[in-house]
């Protein structure tokens, strides 16, 4: 799923952060975020797993923790926080109608 982050500037220290969270290495090309470069203009696209497809594991917000390790650590992490927030939400309906056909 992908977001636009207007404030977003390129530095991809999400993607590190989360790669450390899933494998214990900075290894980006396996993070569960993904800072894309907008085709259009300027700016980027935040993209988020949203299902484990063997690379890369699906974001769950880092469920386990308090504060997910990629808005620990992103300069923008208000911004980042409100992304993760809505992925949750569209998540969770998913699931539900899953559950309830």
Known sequence: MEF???SCGGCRTCEMACSFKH???F???ISSIRILDKKSNLGFIVSL??????QNMACDGCKEIEVPL???YCEKSEDLKHILKELMKISKKI????TNP
């Not at 797993?49 to 063997?54: K, N, P």
């Not at 699931?95 to 899953?98: V, Y």
């Open 4 to 6: 636009e982050m207007f």
């Open 23 to 25: 494998a214990g290495e």
């Open 27 to 29: 290894i980006p090309s």
């Open 49 to 54: 797993v949203e299902e484990s497809d063997g």
């Open 70 to 72: 990629c808005v620990q």
């Open 95 to 98: 699931e539900r109608q899953e």
